[in-house]
């Protein structure tokens, strides 16, 4: 656990702490009565309802459509699954301004559904719900059909041929082995849907506001820092409420599970619900994650007086960019690349040590510690932007000039997905595994080597694949850190967003497509790296 707790102290609760400091305290005395004169104001209660409200709905939204195609996904086997799969999971790395860009082209004025039936969905909290879905999609597809592609289905045969339905069965046997990685994919939605940002910013116009654009708004445009600390305070509360109750009813439910290679698991879809349960998810996916894509793609090739590639060419101008960058826009891809490395490098380090720890020990202290890795996905962004800026400027803790602290910012928030994805696997390994092999004399490395390894490495290589698409989409800090001359791709994108004119943003639209594909690239590449068989797992 050391590993993990200095990196969280140094890099996550110093910066938070510190910007939250700054906020509260005048002449060095705190002044906790601002607490209350900001939590009474009608306007900020306003806020506070919606962002829970619209949170519980986004993430009931999205189990109910995702669920099915985690199944699918888990069970069936069918041409072009990894090509799909790859597919599903570009949204979750699209910055959230390109993602509410997109969906306001669909449902905005002019937008297809304008077009096709007269009806805009814009400025209504439904654009909002939809975008929420769009993005957290994967989450519940990867998070849950991870684990549901190893789960033996002879057991639930078994519970069959002793008399069981088939509802009863899956009930009864699956869901109670698939209850914790439900519970981690949900809570990672909520997560996100309530500290949403660009996606609320963008389709909920002035009606709508989360806690995150408030403290935005608070801090950026009013440059009022007490209430953005106290909103901050707010949201870490939050959050860490919703993780401690989580913990908690996972310990409750989590037991050993049998595993088996998920190669043994998919099969052909067979009989008529079969393939219609398949159509449905494919016409889903079409409608919910490819329309979209598709409308971004349009738009960046939506050149006056016809379509080409002109906004595509334009990215190795520099002076295309109209004095936004210091470098040419393309430029960002590479940079984003080598970021993402990096930082999905530190989080499976990081998250792995951690996942380790919590499966080994079960004390309060440790229990509490599953609960805190967490909190980087439900704190402002904007406030560990603001946090890293005014904390890592002296030595020996001097980064602000040097590559690394986007890295650094970008794998706080891919540390909780490795440990989320990883812990329901390493915690279903049975321990007389281990046992044994310490009976037969394999030291405690060897043992994890030997008997752990290999029965996680999918759920390894699933972690790092979350890791890296994260951090090629993350925003929120690193768009405070990131300098002019090493932009990342969502950071040149909401740049040139922010500049008026067709060519930026038009070459927005053409970076956004670039981040597309880089992403569905790398996600199939992953796909195709199968773990060696090891025996009935």
């Given at each position: ?15 938070v702490?510190?910007?939250?400091g ?12 601002r607490?209350?004169?900001v ?21 009931a ?9 985690a199944?699918?996904?888990a ?6 699954k990894?090509?799909?799969?790859a ?5 979750f790395?699209l ?22 039936a ?6 209504t909290?439904w ?6 879905v769009f ?11 991870g ?26 046997v699956?869901?109670p ?10 809570l990672?939605?909520f ?9 609320v ?11 995150e654009v408030?403290i935005?708004?608070?801090?950026a445009?009013l ?7 106290v909103l ?5 509360a ?20 049998k ?24 016409l ?17 090739l939506?050149?006056?007086?016809g ?6 060419r ?13 470098v040419?826009?393309l430029?960002?891809?590479?940079n ?20 380790a ?10 229990r509490?510690f ?17 946090g890293?800026l005014?904390t ?10 040097t ?11 891919g540390?909780?997905?490795v ?11 049975d ?5 044994a092999a310490?009976?037969?004399?394999a030291?405690?490395?060897r ?11 999918r759920?390894?290589l699933?972690a ?12 929120g800090?690193?768009?405070f ?8 791709l969502p ?9 008026s004119?067709e ?5 927005a639209?053409a ?17 195709r790296?199968r ?7």
């Amino acid at each position: 656990m050391a590993v993990p707790v200095a990196f969280f102290a140094v890099f996550f609760a110093y910066p938070v702490v510190a910007i939250v400091g700054r906020g509260l305290k005048a002449d060095g005395v705190w002044q906790f009565g601002r607490i209350g004169e900001v939590l009474s104001r009608p306007d900020i209660l306003g806020v506070l309802w919606f962002t829970t409200w619209q949170a519980l709905a986004s993430t009931a939204l999205t189990l109910l459509i995702a669920l099915p195609g985690a199944y699918v996904f888990a069970r069936f086997d069918f041409p072009g699954k990894q090509l799909l799969r790859a597919v599903v999971t570009v949204p979750f790395v699209l910055p959230t301004v390109v993602v509410g860009t997109a969906f306001l082209a669909l449902l905005g004025r002019g937008g297809f559904l304008d077009e096709l039936a007269g009806v805009r969905l814009d400025t209504t909290v439904w654009a909002i719900l939809l975008a929420h879905v769009f993005f957290n999609y994967a989450v519940v597809v990867r998070t849950v059909g991870g684990l549901w592609s190893q789960l033996d289905p002879r057991q639930e045969e078994a519970a069959r041929v002793l008399g069981a339905g088939r509802l009863a069965a899956w009930r009864r046997v699956t869901l109670p082995a698939l209850a914790p990685a439900v519970a981690a994919a949900a809570l990672m939605v909520f997560l996100f849907t309530f500290t949403s940002f660009g996606v609320v910013q963008i389709l909920g116009g002035p009606a709508y506001s989360t806690l995150e654009v408030e403290i935005y708004r608070q801090t950026a445009q009013l440059l009022d820092l007490p209430t953005a600390a106290v909103l901050t305070m707010v949201q870490f509360a939050a959050v860490g409420a919703v993780l401690a109750v989580h913990a908690w009813t996972v310990r409750r439910r989590e037991t050993a599970l049998k595993l088996v290679d998920p190669a043994q698991t998919a099969r052909r879809p067979r009989g008529a619900g079969q393939r219609a349960l398949l159509g449905g998810v494919l016409l889903t996916v079409l409608v919910l994650i490819l329309l979209p894509l598709g409308v971004l793609v349009e738009r960046s090739l939506d050149v006056p007086g016809g379509h080409g590639f002109d906004y595509y060419r334009a990215l190795r101008s520099v002076d295309a960019s109209g004095g936004t960058f210091l470098v040419a826009p393309l430029e960002a891809i590479w940079n984003s690349l080598q970021y993402a490395l990096v930082a999905t490098a530190i989080a499976l380090v990081v998250g792995g040590l951690a996942a380790a720890a919590l499966t080994r020990r079960a004390g309060r202290l440790v229990r509490g510690f599953d609960a805190l890795l967490m909190l980087p996905l439900g704190v402002s962004a904007v406030t560990v932007g603001f946090g890293f800026l005014i904390t890592l400027d002296k030595p020996p803790l001097d980064l602000r000039t040097t590559w690394i602290l986007v890295p650094l910012a970008q794998a706080l928030v891919g540390v909780p997905f490795v440990v989320r994805t990883m812990l329901p696997v390493l915690r279903a390994v049975d321990g007389r595994l281990r046992e044994a092999a310490a009976v037969l004399g394999a030291s405690p490395l060897r043992a994890w080597r030997e008997v752990d390894l290999p029965l996680v490495r999918r759920a390894l290589l699933v972690a790092a694949g979350f890791a890296f698409a994260v951090s090629l989409g993350e925003f929120g800090a690193t768009v405070f850190i990131a300098r002019p001359d090493n932009p990342t791709l969502p950071v040149a994108v909401a740049r040139l967003l922010g500049r008026s004119g067709e060519l930026n943003y038009g070459q927005a639209m053409a970076l956004s497509t670039v981040l597309m594909l880089v992403c569905a690239v790398s996600l199939l590449l992953l796909e195709r790296i199968r773990p060696d068989r090891s025996g009935e797992f």
